[in-house]
DNA sequence: TCAGCGATTAACT
DNA sequence: GTTAATCGCTGAA
């Protein structure tokens, strides 16, 4: 069951960030599809969040993705190097967004080994945003793509994660956002202790 | 126009 | 634990 628009735009990103783990990301790029199982988010709650990049209503070429309505793809480069995935959530003009953190493969394992030039052991599987990009093949070309569409899409299998299963921590590599910085914001899926 | 920097990673010592 | 890699975004000039 592919996930609806409505999903994406519901107005609590931290609800929604929790809801999206356990749930599966696919990619379907040169007709090769990969998916994986969501164990890792982090709720960036738009205007009033110092870790955003939509803080205090910055609204410039990079963050106007941000303030579409939910239910598109936020992809941007950090570090000159890694791309990180998205998913805008919210109302149009409120600019929350969720970014995928990790990922456990599930389909088209081999295509994604290419893709990070290794293969997978159970140490080395999608952990941190810019291998989940890596490995699915995301580029700054999918940024603000429709989730409803073909190429990156969310399916819900209908399994259901269990409290018990989450960890809830603060967000990582935003010590900048001073108060903010201590949200409550990144859901883990089974963490490995 | 341009300097400074970042929601990071892998390969070092 | 430390550091190089590397480039688009941002804001100030």
């Known amino acids: 069951m592919r996930l609806p628009p409505e999903f994406y735009q519901h107005t609590n990103t931290k609800k929604i960030a ?24 982090e709720a960036y ?9 939509a803080w205090g209503g910055r609204y410039t070429q990079r963050t106007k993705t941000m303030y579409e309505a939910g239910g598109i793809s ?12 998205n998913v805008v959530t919210h109302q149009y003009g409120q600019p929350h967004a969720i970014l995928v953190r990790s990922i456990k493969p599930v ?7 290419k893709r990070k030039n290794a293969v997978f052991t159970q140490k080395n599987f999608a952990i941190g945003p810019g291998n989940v990009c890596k490995i699915l093949g995301i580029n700054l070309k999918h940024n603000a793509l429709d989730l409803t569409g073909t190429s990156i899409w969310i399916e819900d299998n209908g399994v259901k994660t269990k409290n018990s299963e989450i960890e809830i921590t603060p967000r990582i590599g935003i010590e900048y956002a001073g108060e903010d910085a201590r949200r409550m914001n990144r859901f883990v899926l089974n963490p490995v202790h």
Request: charged residues 15%; aromatic residues 12%.
């Open 18 to 41: 929790r809801q999206l783990l356990g749930k599966i990301l696919y990619t379907r790029f040169n007709n090769q599809i990969t998916s994986g199982i969501i164990t890792e988010t």
């Open 45 to 53: 709650e738009g205007a009033n969040d110092k870790a955003c990049h």
């Open 74 to 85: 936020y992809v941007y480069l950090c570090y000159g190097l890694h791309h990180m995935f």
């Open 107 to 113: 389909e088209g394992i081999p295509v994604m080994e």
